[in-house]
């Protein structure tokens, strides 16, 4: 059943940009958007805005502070993995209600010397000392999202220096330089970020520290009030001048444990000491001659090429994208997808990730044999196999290396977990264990949660294409697929491909167990035609309406024969893509 109310459409009319929802929004309520001569319509149903084109170097960030970060660290001299390293540190300052040093990170680095791709694993493992016994024993049926016990080890900083030692110029010295400034004296908090700051008050605002580092008047700052964290400026001053060991084994470790430690935490010098990342190798599909690469478990990227995999069977393009049958297939497939997500997606160190065979082509085709083209499924079994809020940020730098990379707390700001010496959120990834013994990502000590945080890349006849992310938990590898089949299937621009109204399926609210009751929800942003929502309807789809959690997207085309760079950035949130 539809259920869209005057209210809901009002308040995604406030939540997002006006000029892009208002055709949709006009719509839901029977009206109709007439165009004056100077509107710019590129495409329809939705209106977007140009790419963002140039000769030399490119930076895509949800802030546009941060853009401007990582351009100046390339004129400094700075290659791609210098600016992104410098955009993500700004990032932490800027936009805490999606990351900060308190998290973890991934990343996929086009190498022009080896041209090749890498990737890094830089997510925390969980503490020593607490033990699955333990929350079975205190009767907990999940981990606690906030508070001290979701916390598990920080491994953003310990990325930042795999990269920078890898594939780095200049001194971590002059990276960090343009955020510790920024701190020290201050910056307009974006309307955007001022709304889910204040939202966030009330549920952290209990815990030691938060008060004293997020709240300096007493609230949330406001649009465009200056913004100063003087103390997480001291922790970048001390990472930037003693490396990553201060931050795992030096005085912010002991700040970090002491202060968790009194919270009732159990982490552990131990667990900071022992921290490595992990380079992993990206894995990829081809779909119509492209191929899309994610890295492998303990994250969710691989949802998106099994996704791509089911949906290559069908002829897309002649659908149409606003298209019922086109939503609906893609529904499905999800659906698909995530039952496996839910099953077999967890650390490789403690189970055997049954990739290869989960992305197969052979396997898509068995799986698509289950999908009815007329009618929504109530439940799909995952597969029998054989053998058994984020942010995002992209650079691109005049050599041809390209840096996709993604950074998060989770659940916005994180634990609430504040160690006030610190200036800086620890992470809450581990609510995302299961308490379920024999679960693929049961709680285990040491062990690396399931993650929904993930970058991605696409390559062409094995050249760097396209290095892109879209953030949003369980959105990420629906959005991946999403933004391939709007370049590919429907021949939009970089910059289309993103603003293009998009779908997301829900099956619960349990983001590792996203198993379904009664054939899920299925949200469809603002920009669908009403009779393709009154057909999907029709075919037993549990349509909502949201006013967000449809990703925020970023992205760098590469363009070989004009020698350019395309970027493109969201609307719906503060995104900015810019060059010289």
């Not at 907990?140 to 780095?168: C, M, N, Q, T």
């Not at 003087?230 to 001048?241: E, G, N």
């Not at 060991?245 to 009194?262: K, P, S, T």
Request: aromatic letters at 10%.
């Amino acid at each position: 059943m539809l259920l869209v109310t005057y209210g809901d459409v009002c308040e995604e009319i406030r939540m997002f940009r006006i000029a892009r929802i208002l055709p949709g929004a006009l719509a839901l309520l029977g009206l109709t958007a007439v165009a004056n001569g100077g509107d710019r319509i590129t495409g329809a149903p939705f209106a977007t805005r140009s790419e963002v084109i140039a000769p030399h170097a490119m930076a895509a960030t949800s802030h546009p502070l941060a853009t401007q970060v990582a351009l100046d660290v390339m004129r400094a001299g700075g290659n791609a993995i210098d600016a992104a390293i410098a955009a993500n540190a700004a990032l932490g300052l800027m936009e805490p209600t999606g990351c900060g040093i308190g998290g973890d990170l991934f990343a996929i680095v086009w190498d022009t010397e080896s041209e090749k791709l890498h990737g890094l694993n830089a997510s925390g493992r969980s503490p020593q000392s607490l033990t699955l016994d333990y929350f079975l024993d205190n009767g907990y049926v999940k981990i606690p999202s906030h508070g001290p016990l979701p916390v598990s080890v920080p491994g953003a900083v310990d990325g930042w220096f795999e990269l920078h030692d890898r594939f780095g110029r200049l001194p971590m010295k002059a990276v960090l330089a343009p955020a510790i400034r920024y701190a020290e004296e201050g910056f307009p908090v974006t309307e955007l970020i001022a709304y889910y700051w204040n939202r966030s008050v009330p549920i952290l605002e209990k815990y030691p520290g938060f008060r004293d580092v997020f709240m300096p008047d007493g609230r949330a700052p406001r649009k465009g009030e200056m913004f100063r964290n003087p103390v997480l400026a001291r922790t970048y001053r001390t990472i930037a001048s003693r490396g990553r060991d201060a931050f795992y084994r030096g005085r912010i470790a002991r700040e970090m444990v002491d202060y968790l430690q009194a919270q009732g935490g159990f982490l552990t010098l131990a667990d900071l000491d022992a921290h490595t990342s992990e380079w992993v190798e990206p894995v990829s599909t081809n779909y119509r001659n492209v191929e899309l690469w994610e890295l492998p478990p303990n994250g969710q990227g691989i949802a998106a090429l099994q996704i791509l995999n089911i949906l290559e069977a069908y002829d897309l393009a002649a659908m149409g994208h606003d298209s019922p049958e086109y939503v609906h297939l893609f529904t499905e497939a999800k659906k698909l997808a995530f039952e496996d997500r839910a099953r077999y997606y967890a650390d490789p160190e403690f189970y055997d990730n049954p990739v290869s065979l989960l992305i197969s082509k052979d396997y898509a085709a068995e799986r698509r044999e289950l999908i009815d083209p007329s009618r929504a499924a109530t439940s799909y079994p995952a597969g029998a196999l054989e053998d058994g809020d984020t942010i995002y940020l992209t650079v691109a730098d005049e050599e041809g290396n390209m840096v996709s990379l993604i950074q998060s707390n989770y659940r916005g700001m994180g634990s609430g977990m504040t160690p006030p010496s610190l200036g800086f959120i620890l992470q809450d990834r581990g609510e995302l264990f299961s308490l379920e013994p024999g679960h693929a990502n049961v709680y285990a000590p040491g062990k690396r949660p399931f993650h929904t945080i993930i970058p991605a890349f696409i390559t062409r006849d094995g050249e760097p294409w396209v290095s892109f992310g879209l953030m949003g938990g369980g959105m990420q590898p629906q959005g991946h697929a999403q933004i391939v089949i709007n370049l590919v299937d429907f021949g939009m621009n970089l910059q289309e491909a993103g603003d293009a109204a998009r779908i997301r399926h829900q099956g619960s609210s349990q983001p590792t167990d996203e198993v379904m009751t009664n054939g899920g929800e299925l949200y469809l942003e603002s920009g669908f035609p009403v009779e393709t929502v009154r057909r999907l309807a029709k075919m037993r789809h549990r349509i909502r309406t949201s006013a967000g959690g449809f990703g925020g997207y970023q992205a760098i085309m590469r363009d070989h024969e004009q020698g350019i760079y395309i970027g493109a950035s969201e609307s719906r949130k503060d995104g900015h893509a810019a060059g010289y």
